[in-house]
């Protein structure tokens, strides 16, 4: 198969582009710029020069290509204050790519998040593959990626944990909470840190995409989800073991002035479930969890 795929060079990209090519795919990678195309390049994959506001170009290689997996997305925007500009963008690009598999059966695999549902008033319980939340930012993109198999699209959406982590982790959450902590002299949670994240590692992210690229049906929700709920004071006070720095709560009001972008999210309580993904695809997370790959892994690495 052919498969074209935006955030080729990204996180999960550089790990779905290796799994894609070891089972037999041929890939097609956007690159923004001539760094990634090389990359791209050098990892055995083709370089499709353009991003996501080259709405024509985005459609001309969706229409080249066997199938579609989209990853991209401008982060940038998101963590300097435009996350609408960016949710806006990106429900373009996924409708221009989706315009040119229109009654082709290809597979169109899209990406998501589990916090959606915490916003969407999912409370009280691990969510599901089959809730869902009727509309607002990310969430449309979402609805609109799952209506396209009622136009002949075999099409299916991955939410990612909030949390996907992993050697190729450079710029996620994992880091950003880390940066907060150094920054602030102390690693934080909201009022008692109950509140729980779900996890994934990135290799079993990118074999979850596989998967749905090859076989999961028309209009599937699947959960990147392995670690199904951390609670964050246990995430808080791994980093702050790490820093050397103590664990402390932040009252609810002040989470925007100690996280900053993220102080609307990290107080969430967000299990789930991802019982229904493996059951239909046969995935099973066989990398290391949340909390190991915090103690034992890469994300303090030349941090003093």
Do not use: C
Not at 275 to 298: K, S
């Amino acid at each position: 198969m052919r498969v074209f795929v935006t955030g080729a060079s990204g996180h999960i990209g550089s790990a779905l582009v290796p799994e894609l090519l070891g089972n037999g795919h041929q890939v097609v990678g956007l690159a923004r710029s001539d760094r990634s195309a090389a990359a791209l390049e050098a990892a055995g994959a083709e370089a499709w020069r353009g991003d996501l506001d080259d709405l024509d170009g985005l459609h001309a290689a969706a229409t080249a290509a066997d199938g579609v997996v989209h990853l991209a997305f401008k982060h940038e925007a998101m963590v300097t204050g435009d996350y609408l500009g960016a949710v806006a963008d990106d429900l373009k690009a996924i409708e221009a790519m989706g315009a040119a598999l229109d009654g082709t059966g290809k597979p169109f695999v899209g990406t998501g998040g589990t916090l959606m549902l915490a916003f969407g008033g999912i409370k009280g319980r691990a969510g599901t593959e089959r809730d869902a939340v009727t509309g607002g930012p990310r969430v449309d993109a979402e609805n609109t990626v799952i209506g396209f198999a009622e136009r002949g699209i075999r099409s299916s959406l991955v939410r990612l944990s909030p949390l996907v982590h992993s050697s190729l982790d450079h710029h996620g959450f994992a880091h950003q909470l880390i940066g907060i902590a150094q920054a602030k002299g102390v690693s934080g949670f909201v009022g008692d840190g109950a509140n729980r994240w779900p996890a994934v590692h990135t290799l079993d992210a990118a074999r979850l995409y596989l998967l749905a690229l090859e076989s999961a049906p028309a209009g599937s929700r699947l959960h990147g989800v392995g670690d199904e709920g951390v609670p964050f004071r246990d995430i808080a006070e791994v980093i702050g073991r790490r820093l050397n720095l103590p664990t402390a709560s932040v009252e609810p009001q002040d989470a925007g002035a100690h996280f900053g972008f993220l102080g609307g999210l990290v107080g969430l309580d967000n299990p789930t479930s991802n019982r229904l993904t493996r059951e239909l695809l046969g995935w099973e997370p066989t990398h290391a969890g949340l909390i190991d790959d915090l103690t034992h892994g890469h994300y303090f690495d030349g941090v003093s």
